[in-house]
């Protein structure tokens, strides 16, 4: 069982998107947890206020410091009772543009830890003295800007919880498809067998496993060459090593 701490300014956000679908399943069946903790909740400020404006001047309010924090020892705090005072506090993840970019290397890192702090910062960021204290990781989704946290925090959470065992159903699908094994996925088809006069491949009606493999790998390595020639390199230089 993994578990997901999200701090936030708006819960509801990310427990309607990740209790939906598959992760939803997850989360009944008891393979993940995901736990939104509203940072408001750990304002000392009698008006409940957790923003303020920015030492120097410039556009827009910053998240303060105590509220980050008390929010985040709550959480640290409840899982050493849980686990143990020998146990390692769990890693702090602090989603930002300013991090290291994520990818299937790192959800597949993190889908090995059984707890994950998420830290969402919205306006125009946090005080940075809260943050050099709590944060283990800074992780961004991509170069561009996003209004806030969430988005990009719920992005990780469903691209780690797909890999913690049982959250798939079928337990090769997590390796089979794009990324997996460095190379994007082959085309798909259903039925029917014929659709908009388009046929689907007659190596597919064959029957004949290891020829469907086979023509399955090739269009994997074909669309990868043309679409993603950066992933192709990569995957010829694995090949070359082994
Ligand atoms: N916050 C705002 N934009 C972001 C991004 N691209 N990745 C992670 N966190 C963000």
Same mark, same amino acid.
């Given at each position: 069982?993994m578990n997901?701490?999200?701090?936030?300014?708006?819960?509801?956000?990310?427990?309607?998107?990740?209790?939906?679908?598959?992760?939803?399943?997850?989360?009944?069946?008891?393979?993940?947890s995901?736990?939104?903790?509203?940072?408001?909740?750990?304002?000392?400020?009698?008006?409940?206020?957790?923003?303020?404006?920015?030492?120097?001047?410039?556009?827009?309010?910053?998240?303060?410091?105590?509220?980050?924090?008390?929010?985040?020892?709550?959480?640290?705090?409840?899982?050493?009772?849980?686990?143990?005072?020998?146990?390692? *506090?769990?890693?702090?993840?602090?989603?930002?543009?300013?991090? *290291?970019?994520?990818?299937?290397?790192?959800?597949?890192?993190?889908?090995?830890?059984?707890d994950?702090?998420?830290?969402?910062?919205?306006?125009?960021?946090?005080?940075?003295?809260?943050?050099?204290?709590?944060?283990?990781?800074?992780?961004?989704?991509?170069?561009?800007?996003?209004?806030?946290?969430?988005?990009?925090?719920?992005?990780?959470?469903?691209?780690?919880?797909?890999?913690?065992?049982?959250?798939?159903?079928?337990?090769?699908?997590?390796?089979?498809?794009?990324?997996?094994?460095?190379?994007?996925?082959?085309?798909?088809?259903?039925?029917?067998?014929?659709?908009?006069?388009?046929?689907?491949?007659?190596?597919?009606?064959?029957?004949?496993?290891?020829?469907?493999?086979?023509?399955?790998?090739?269009?994997?390595?074909?669309?990868?060459?043309? *679409?993603?020639?950066?992933?192709?390199?990569?995957?010829?230089?694995?090949?070359?090593?082994?």
């Amino acid at each position: 069982m993994m578990n997901f701490h999200i701090l936030t300014l708006f819960p509801e956000m990310v427990m309607q998107g990740l209790h939906t679908s598959i992760l939803g399943r997850a989360a009944e069946r008891e393979y993940i947890s995901i736990e939104a903790v509203n940072i408001r909740d750990y304002t000392l400020d009698k008006h409940g206020k957790v923003d303020d404006y920015t030492y120097g001047g410039g556009a827009g309010m910053l998240m303060q410091a105590q509220p980050v924090y008390d929010a985040c020892q709550a959480v640290q705090e409840r899982l050493l009772q849980r686990n143990g005072a020998n146990a390692g *506090r769990a890693r702090v993840i602090y989603v930002t543009p300013q991090g *290291r970019t994520f990818n299937q290397s790192i959800a597949q890192e993190l889908a090995q830890e059984d707890d994950l702090i998420f830290l969402c910062g919205h306006y125009e960021g946090i005080d940075e003295r809260v943050l050099e204290e709590i944060v283990t990781d800074e992780i961004s989704i991509g170069d561009y800007v996003l209004t806030g946290g969430e988005l990009p925090a719920m992005v990780m959470i469903d691209a780690i919880a797909r890999l913690v065992p049982g959250v798939l159903h079928n337990t090769d699908s997590a390796v089979t498809e794009s990324f997996g094994d460095g190379l994007l996925e082959y085309p798909q088809y259903s039925r029917p067998e014929v659709w908009h006069n388009k046929k689907v491949p007659a190596v597919l009606m064959s029957g004949d496993h290891a020829k469907v493999d086979a023509w399955r790998m090739e269009q994997s390595i074909m669309r990868t060459k043309e *679409r993603r020639p950066d992933l192709y390199e990569a995957y010829i230089a694995r090949m070359e090593r082994n």
